[in-house]
Nanobody, 120 residues
């Protein structure tokens, strides 16, 4: 059974940093593209970043490029999102999702999310 469990959310001031983690189990973690997706209050889902399975190439939404870094530790089956220079617009529930073998494949498993609040 695939499980994705996010952690690391919380309250941070504008300009601050947080690192989110996603512990994965029940899957061959290194075989799949992994994603971070967020949903701000009252808004739709927004893809944030992904990392491909083999070479670990990374891709980012324009809104976070240069501030967020996605990474993974395949030995620990853990996905990370380092978030720097946080802005109020970054406040959202952040979800870790499992993609497919190729980028763009459907996200078929989601964690329950971790809440990030950016406020002074």
């Amino acid at each position: 059974q695939v499980q994705l469990v996010e952690s690391g959310g919380g309250l941070v001031q504008p300009g601050g940093s947080l690192r989110l983690s996603c512990a994965a189990s029940g899957l061959a973690f290194s075989m799949y593209t992994m994603n971070w997706v967020r949903q701000a209050p009252g808004k739709g889902l927004e893809w944030v970043a992904d990392i491909t399975r083999a070479g670990g190439s990374t891709y980012y939404a324009d809104s976070v490029k240069g501030r967020f870094t996605i990474s993974k530790d395949s030995a620990k089956n853990t996905l990370y999102l380092q978030m720097n220079d946080l802005k109020p617009d970054d406040a959202a529930v952040y979800y870790c999702t499992k993609g497919g073998l190729a980028r763009g494949d459907a996200m078929d498993y989601w964690g329950k999310g971790t809440l990030v609040t950016v406020s002074s």
